[in-house]
T-cell receptor, first 113, second 112 residues
Framework: GQQLNQSPQSMFIQEGEDVSMNCTSS?????WLWYKQDPGEGPVLLIA?????ELTSNGRLTAQFGITRKDSFLNISASIPSDVGIYFC?????????????FGKGTKLSVKP | DGGITQSPKYLFRKEGQNVTLSCEQN?????MYWYRQDPGQGLRLIYY???????QKGDIAEGYSVSREKKESFPLTVTSAQKNPTAFYLC???????????FGSGTQLSVL
């Protein structure tokens, strides 16, 4: 099946540091979504991207839809302890069926106060 | 408040037993989805439904069944044919293809 490569797998950072994670694929996507999941809870949508090159911010979070449409990144600035969790990217394949939203395996973020 | 409600939060299944996970949404979304999440893995699609009385298999449908008799409800049955059912199950919904996907808070299923 189609694959999304999300990296890094995990990150241990100091409070106040900036964070960057990304997702790449060999396939072309027409939508990128970024989610955060707390333990034992469902993922919460952070940012949605719909156009190549699009750069969107949500508070301290910034995400971009890659120009090639095969990648996306998420940046978190000035991290705080409540940023801890697992971050997932998800992409809708260009020409894919409605159910064909593909998820990365997640980036686990740990923040040291 | 509008949202997606999954119940129960925790569920235990005995060998050979079928169990049903509930998912209800009041967002007026046409499409609903069931995903399975295993530790350290991404979400895998079990079934999805674009409209009432219609549903399609996802990537890992074997051992599961669904129904969509009402727009608001999309229950998932984990049958005895599913030999490794222990996982975190997530229900989601959206307005349609390419639209933002919203998730419930999940059900943790374990085998006794």
């Amino acid at each position: 099946g189609q694959q999304l490569n999300q990296s890094p797998q995990s990150m241990f950072i100091q409070e106040g540091e900036d964070v960057s994670m990304n997702c790449t694929s060999s396939s072309i996507f027409n939508t990128w979504l970024w989610y955060k999941q707390d333990p034992g809870e469902g993922p919460v949508l952070l940012i949605a991207l719909y156009k190549a090159g699009e750069l969107t911010s949500n508070g301290r979070l910034t995400a971009q839809f890659g120009i090639t449409r095969k990648d996306s990144f998420l940046n978190i600035s000035a991290s705080i302890p409540s940023d801890v969790g697992i971050y997932f990217c998800a992409g809708q394949l260009d020409g894919g069926s409605q159910g064909n939203l593909i998820f990365g395996k997640g980036t686990k973020l740990s923040v040291k106060p | 408040d509008g949202g997606i409600t999954q119940s129960p939060k925790y569920l235990f299944r005995k060998e050979g037993q079928n169990v049903t996970l509930s998912c209800e949404q009041n967002l007026n979304h046409d499409a609903m989805y069931w995903y399975r999440q295993d530790p350290g893995q991404g979400l895998r699609l079990i079934y999805y439904s674009q409209i009432v009385n219609d549903f399609q298999k996802g990537d890992i449908a074997e051992g599961y069944s669904v129904s969509r008799e009402k727009k608001e409800s999309f229950p998932l049955t984990v049958t005895s044919a599913q030999k490794n059912p222990t996982a975190f199950y997530l229900c989601a919904s959206n307005r349609g293809a390419g639209e933002k996907l919203f998730f419930g808070s999940g059900t943790q299923l374990s085998v006794l």
